[in-house]
Each structure stands twice: as C-alpha cells, then as structure tokens.
C-alpha cells in the first residue's frame, strides 16, 4: 500500500489480491460445477424419496442399469471431441445384442468366443462409419443416422421380430455379478471394503502427485486448505459408496470393469500424444492438419473405438436382460449424447472429460432412477430431463463465459 497526496493508494499486487478473493467461490462453482449439481440431486432426490434412493439394493440396481450408458458415453465423449457425433450407437447395441444371442443360443457358442467374435462385429461397424465420414468426406451426422436405420433393420432381420433367450449363465454374470468375498462373511463384503480403501489411497496418491508436478514445473496450484478439502471429500466419497455396496453384496463385476475404462479413457485424454491431438482437432482441424496431425487416421480410430464400446454395451444390456429383442437400444444415442453435454463437452468439439462424460451419465441414471422410485410417469421423466439438460449445458456455457471474460 502507498501513499499519495495524503491518499492511501492500493499497489496492483493487492488489487490482484482482492480480485482474486472475490471470485474464489464463483471459481470453484464455475470449475466444479457437474460434480455440485450431481450432489444437489443425490441429496435432493434422497429427501424426496424418503432414504430409498441410498438404499445399497438401490444404489448397485442404479449400477447396473445405467452400465451401459457409461460405457457408451466414454465412447461418444471422444467422437464429440471431435466436433463430430454418432447416432447410431443404439442400433448397434441392438445389433450385436442380437447377433451374441443367435451365437449363444442358437448356435451354442462358449461365451468367451461370442464376446470376441462380437466386439469385432463392433469394430467393423465402426470401421465403416469411419471410412465414410473420414475418407470419403460425408458428415457424420447422415452417416450414422444411415448406420441408425440400417442396424435396427438387421436387428429385426436376425431375430425375425422375435426374443432370444436364455443366454448361458455364464454370460449372464457379466452384469449381474459380484466380486467374491474372499476374507469376510459376515454382514459386510470385507472384500469390497478393502479394494475401496485401496482405491481411496491410490486416488490420494495420484491428486498429490499431480499438484507436486504442477509445482514442480512452477504452474499455479490451489491453495492447501481447498487441496485438502478435496482429497477428504474424495477418500469419503470413495468409502461411502464401497460401505454401501459393501453392506449388500459388495462391488458388482459390471464396476470393476467401468472402473478400468474410466482409468484406461481417462489417461489416455490426458497423459498421452493421441489424447492431446483429439483436442486438436476438435479445437481446429486446419490446425491440426498443418501442424502433422493425421485427423482422417484418427478420425477412423475413434469411430472404430465407439463400434467397439457399443458392442460392449450391448452385451452388457443383453446379458441384463438375459435376451435379445428387437427394441433394445432405443434411444441410447440420445442418452450417451445427453451425458457427454451435461458432463461438459462442447458441441463444437475439443473440450470435455471423460470423468465429466461419466458425471453426466450418473445424472442421467440418477434422475431416471429417483423419478421412478417416485412413481413420475415416463411422459414427465422425458420432459424433465430435457428442461435439466437444458439448464445444466446453459449454466455451463454461462460459466465459460465468465470464465473468459
């Protein structure tokens, strides 16, 4: 502070200072956003539902039924990074659905050769979605709307309108089974509580790793008390959640296995040279272009990718509902897209994460799984959600915004 003419004059450095207290909290709220409004409606339709929606039965029931949305959200993150969309997710699930079930059940197929035979299946279809829009130059918008029709026709010419079913046990505890509990046998799945306590650490472990590297290099880092703040609301996020699952039948299959996609999508956005070249892209693709990225190559791959994670969706529906129907898949595209613009993805392309894509997909699901322990109607559900997606994506933008000014 100096003083002029008698005057006491704030320095810029306090100016900075001052600003700087004054936004801290619209900051936060702006940087943090999906995971607070994901919290408002855990507590929200915890009260409106009188305690049901945390009852462990619930809460792993919310799990399974909503695995799939989480697996195809991952996907469509990547291809929306690109500024591109698929609308055809749906129909594949369909699709493979119905092909596994016609290798298992009519053909009798082990499991394990239906799996591989029918993530490829996935592949292909995403190998052609990719060479249309990527070296042939059609919007992928037309492309997938075609792989949309032409899919749920097949559907319906593999099953000739009927269901298949029963699929193999084995098959069926893809999604429907639970980790053993080695140690314990009591009333809490002492398994669950120790991977859960092993995750909690390892989460710890690598927030303190990050900020220590961001230090190191001299980047701007928060402060100790928010850093804190954070790991204990990790750790005890972490552990409530495995308590309550631990306290039913401990940690389903179908969550170990979100649990390395996440981890696995998650590093590669964000640790790697082909994660970094998405952005690129998405961010400007003459950019990119000029700058050595081969975007048509890449493009290729990521609609490989989405082919391969819809197949496995839809192996996780099918093995749900242990069989295969010609509607399954209906309207999945809408709610994959739905997750990625609610988790914070630009409809331009180049910005979004996958732990944003996974938050949006948990709303979804949540607001799915409340309304309907409520009793709301379908008609409602679909109306609400749409005003929620709405609200959730224009706040966003509001806080980009801000942010930029």
Known sequence: MEETSGKKVLS??????????????LDILSKYSMIFILIAILIAFQILTDGILWKPLNITNLILQNSHVLVLAI????????GDVDLSVGSVVAFVGAASAVMMVQWQWHPMMAISVSLLVGGLIGAWN???????????FIVTLAGLLSFRGLTQVILGGTTLAPFPTFFTKLSSGYIPDFIGGGELHVTSILIGLILSLLAVWNMWKARKRKKDNLFEVESTIWFITKVVIMFA????????????????VILILLAVLIMIYGFLTTKTTLGRQIYAIGGNRKAAELSGVKTKKLTFWIFVNMGVLSALA??????????A????????????????????????????TILGAVIGGLIMGILNNGMSIMGIGIDWQ????????????????????????
């Open 130 to 140: 990719g060479f249309w829009v990527s070296y042939i130059g059609i919007p992928a």
């Open 237 to 252: 996020s972490i552990m409530l959640l495995t308590t309550v699952l631990a306290s039913y039948k401990g940690y389903p």
């Open 314 to 323: 839809g192996l996780l529906v099918a093995s749900r509902l242990n069989a």
């Open 12 to 25: 810029p450095e306090s100016n900075k200072e001052k600003k700087t207290a004054k936004d801290i909290v």
């Open 382 to 405: 679909q109306a609400i959600k749409g005003l929620i997606l709405l609200l959730a994506v224009a706040f966003d933008v509001y806080s980009r915004k801000r942010k930029a000014t």
């Open 75 to 82: 996907g469509m993150l990547l291809v929306i990074l690109l």
């Open 325 to 352: 129907t010609p509607n399954a898949g209906n309207g999945f595209e809408l709610d994959a897209i739905a997750a990625v613009y609610i988790g914070g993805a630009s409809a331009s392309g180049g910005i979004g």
